[in-house]
């Protein structure tokens, strides 16, 4: 069974930092398009940023770009968001997610998720 077991989530001061992680089991992060998405209270899920398997290539939204990193452990199976330069605005829940479908920014394309992780960036 396909398993993503998030971490990394807490409270911060805005201008602080958190790494989460992703976890996998059932599947190889290194074979999948993994995900990272916010879903703010009220809000939709939203697009935060994505790793590729092919290429190697990071995409991010536009508040993450500059502040968020992607990344993966292959040997792991895990992969990672650090977040730097945290503003309330980045409060929500984190969830990572992984398929091989595209377009890469919608929710509906992938088909795994992880059980969530809170961020709260307080002023």
Known sequence: ?????QSGGGLVQ??????????????KVSKYVMGWFRQSRGKEREFVAVIGWSGGTIFY???AKGR???S?????????LQ???LQPEATGLYYCAA????PYQCAASYAYWGQGTQVTVSS
Not at 99 to 102: F, K, L, S, V
């Open 1 to 5: 069974q396909v398993q993503l077991v």
């Open 14 to 27: 805005a201008g602080g930092s958190l790494r989460l992680s992703c976890a996998a089991s059932g599947l």
């Open 83 to 85: 977040m730097n330069s």
């Open 72 to 80: 993966r452990d292959n040997a792991k199976n895990t992969v990672f």
């Open 99 to 102: 398929d091989r479908a595209y």
């Open 61 to 63: 939204s536009a508040s």
């Open 68 to 70: 968020f990193t992607g």
